[in-house]
């Protein structure tokens, strides 16, 4: 069994709570779920929506059509209609988003008390909504069947599986200026800075964040940074004198389309280039991508791991689609523990003598370039530690997918039980050697969110395997890949 | 073992350049310091890139030479890093009103508790001599055959604008810096000081030593910021004239909360004498 609904509206109309009051409840019911976020660059007014698909069995991506429609305006139902399913379920009217809760709630069998201790919860505006949403539970007849389901998972974003990653790894300082899809993470630590006893700061611009963020972890501070594409840009400086100066410093890149401001509310993996090899000069760093909220808190915990062993930059490589849609999850993430390694010394972005001062001196230049590079071996090797890639599918198939990141909800929900395998890598840089292995004599399927295929030109320059156009599925008008279509996508590139 | 205050580096600067003085007069700050109790590693310093920001390699402090116009905000990290830490920002000109001018005023806005000293020689002089945006109008170089068209930034009002509580001026002079940066150690917060240097080879001007007056020696009362305003509005950066006057010492001073005082977390830490690297986590 798989149900999916979209609700839609205009900005401040409340879609956003509604269902994500609706997920919750669901996934207390015992059902697995997923729900990404569609909106628009504005405040008030024109349209958003949110997708999600809850079933008896794992799932983590949504599919093209719907069984349900809530329109909270006109808009919602003239843009949407065609993606319901021929006995799908359009709810419409005036109402309050408070009221349609009421009315899934009664749709999909779930008790009214459910609903009240979700609206309880919202603290502000109880007495209202209680009032809306029981009007809307007992005026609804219609019904959707469900079969039972006990998955035990816990419902949360990729941003906040970075923030907890952060957390985990023993943050002491965050940096940031807003841009969308960072944000999120932002607001998480700013809430947390009490309870965890960290501190969150907002600063003028995001040169000044990055700088500001090397002064702090030069005092031996677990320092992170966060922004999108435009931003990182204009860190890119910075990231290279830490290059040189050797300060750990963790960035968190979470990637919308570009170039340009691009489409600012909505998802890309066109950034992996910036972070593999922004910033000028030759030096160490770790790049790391996860594919679900789960692995974003491993990979920040581990961008902190190497930056702090290594005294090098390490980028958590995110995007909107991971940032903001919400997953259930039941596996526990793998959280290696982060020592304090650094102290206050003399810092430089200058090449420097034994007293960290500046030189022009041929040898100490030399020498000290090849103990910035030798780490590269070092850290090479270290990665071997963690989960560099995964595996899923049937492994000995002679079809195999290869993916980074946020298309992994899809991903794993498209190839169901296709004779297939499919290659997630987690680690950009250092990236793992045994994928050259993996992909040989394959017929090799590249998904990504991007239009030239980044990832399939890094899998050429380690593997020297070059996949075929034809055999790319990019998408790039910024929205999610839907599991169904990604499904036959796939297997017409099947052999 | 006792570290010394000055590195083995040896100093490049041209024979003659004002930022000599400058380093001694931070050198027999810092070693009166030491002698009253002061530790070097109670102490950090930052500059940038230029001439003034080889001072880094001569004093044997913790810090970082950072990049060009990124002193302030650096300066800002590491005393949010460690709030006990005393800390010195040094940079040009160029460094600190063309490159980096928005963590300038910002840093004046956040009022972290940082003496940040600006070597004002008028002039890019380490890229060999192109105006930087505290230039004079009509001067020339190769880059501006046409001569510079512009007005030159008044860096003095612009921190009294931006809400600085503590903006000074001084010359070039070891025993001026040391006084200013005494009278400073006691103001709590941004500490704005320009020191006037003017490029001996770039941007000349063997009288402005001669022009300047000392501000308190004529009655100027610091905690009066129209006062400060009209004071500032004196010497406008351009090309000095027989009658040009240029006023030194404290313009204004005014306590306000530091950066770290708004911040629960770092008042702590200043009670304390902790960090978060002492955090266990």
Request: aromatic share 10%; proline share 3%; glycine share 8%.
């Amino acid at each position: 069994m798989k149900k999916s609904i979209l609700i839609g509206g205009k900005a401040g109309q409340g879609a956003n709570l509604l269902l994500h009051l609706l997920a919750e409840s669901l996934v207390e019911e015992g059902y697995y779920v997923f729900y990404s976020r569609d909106y628009q660059s504005l405040i008030r007014g024109g349209h958003n929506f949110n997708q999600l698909c809850f079933s008896d069995s794992s799932v983590s991506s949504n599919e093209s059509k719907v069984d349900m429609i809530v329109a909270l305006d006109e808009t919602t139902e003239k843009n949407h209609s065609s993606k319901l399913k021929k006995e799908g379920i359009i709810l419409k009217g005036k109402e309050s988003n408070m009221f349609f809760a009421g009315r899934i709630f009664n749709i999909l069998g779930i008790e009214f008390k459910f609903l009240d201790k979700r609206l309880k919860e919202l603290k502000s505006r109880y007495n209202e909504n209680i009032i809306e949403a029981k009007r809307g539970f007992e005026l609804e007849a219609q019904k959707i069947k469900l079969s039972k389901s006990r998955n035990k998972g816990k419902l949360y974003s990729g941003s906040e599986g970075i923030t907890l990653g952060a957390i985990k790894s023993g943050l002491d300082v965050y940096y940031a200026y807003p841009m969308t899809p960072a944000t999120p993470v932002l607001g998480e630590l700013a809430q947390r800075q009490k309870e965890d006893n960290i501190l969150v700061l907002e600063l003028e611009n995001e040169i000044a964040v990055a700088n500001a963020g090397c002064g702090t972890a030069m005092t031996g501070a677990k320092t992170m940074v966060g922004t999108a594409g435009g931003g990182f840009d204009l860190m890119t400086e910075t990231l290279s004198m830490i290059g040189i100066a050797e300060i750990p410093l963790v960035f968190y890149l979470a990637q919308r389309p570009g170039p340009g401001t691009g489409v600012a509310t909505y998802s890309s993996q066109g950034d992996l280039n910036i972070a593999l090899y922004s910033g000028h000069g030759e030096f160490p760093r770790v790049v790391l991508a996860p594919g679900d909220p789960c692995e974003a808190e491993e990979m920040t915990n581990q961008c902190f791991y190497f930056s702090q062993k290594y005294g090098i930059p390490a980028i958590v490589l995110s995007d909107k689609h991971l940032g903001e849609s919400y997953y259930s999850i039941e596996r526990k993430p793998r959280i290696a523990k982060v020592k304090k390694q650094h102290s206050l010394k003399r810092y430089n972005s200058y090449e420097v003598d034994s007293e960290g001062s500046a030189t022009e001196d041929s040898e100490r230049v030399i020498k000290n370039v090849n103990k910035r590079l030798d780490k590269k071996e070092d850290i090479f090797k270290e990665a071997k530690k963690f989960k560099q890639y995964k595996v899923y599918g049937r492994k000995n198939s002679n079809n195999c997918v290869l993916f980074w990141g946020s298309t992994k909800g899809a991903v794993l929900d498209a190839i169901g039980n296709l004779d297939i395998c499919a290659i997630q890598v987690l680690h950009m840089d250092p990236f793992p050697e045994e994928i050259e292995k993996l992909v040989q004599k394959k017929n090799l399927i590249l998904i990504e969110s991007n239009a030239t295929g980044i990832f399939g030109r890094l899998v050429r320059k380690k593997t020297g395997i070059e996949i075929k156009d034809k055999n790319k599925i990019l998408r790039y008008d910024g929205r999610e890949f839907f599991s169904d279509e990604l499904h036959e996508e796939i297997k017409r590139r099947m052999k | 073992m006792k570290k010394n205050i000055s590195t083995k580096t040896k100093v490049t600067w041209c024979p003659g350049c004002w930022n000599f003085q400058i380093l001694a007069g931070f050198k027999n700050y810092l070693e009166k310091e030491l002698k009253k109790g002061a530790r070097l590693n109670d102490f950090a310093m930052v500059s940038g890139i230029g001439c003034h920001g080889k001072i880094f390699d001569y004093v044997n402090l913790n810090g970082l030479n950072t990049l060009h116009g990124r002193t302030l905000p650096t300066c800002l990290g590491l005393k949010i890093g460690n709030p006990n830490l005393k800390v010195f920002g040094f940079a040009g000109d160029g460094d600190t009103l063309s490159e980096g001018i928005s963590h300038l005023i910002h840093a004046a806005r956040y009022n972290s508790d940082i003496t940040f000293l600006l070597h004002n020689n008028q002039v890019f002089a380490l890229t060999v001599g192109q105006p930087t945006s505290l230039t004079e109008k009509g001067f020339i170089d190769k880059t501006t055959p046409q001569g510079v068209v512009h007005n030159p930034i008044n860096p003095i009002k612009l921190m009294l604008s931006a809400g600085a509580g503590f903006v000074a001026r001084v010359y070039a002079d070891a025993k001026q810096i040391e006084w200013i940066l005494r009278k400073a150690q006691n103001h709590k917060g941004f500490k704005f000081i320009e020191i006037m240097q003017p490029c001996i080879i770039f941007h000349k001007n063997e009288n402005f030593q001669r022009m300047t007056y000392m501000l308190q020696e004529k009655g100027h009362k610091s905690n009066n910021l129209n006062a400060a305003m009209k004071k500032a509005e004196e010497f406008n950066y351009e090309k000095p004239e027989k009658e040009t006057k240029i006023p030194l010492g404290i313009f204004y001073q005014s306590r306000s909360k530091t950066l770290e005082e708004k911040y629960p977390a770092l008042e702590k830490f200043m009670k304390s004498g902790k960090s978060w690297k002492d955090i266990k986590r």
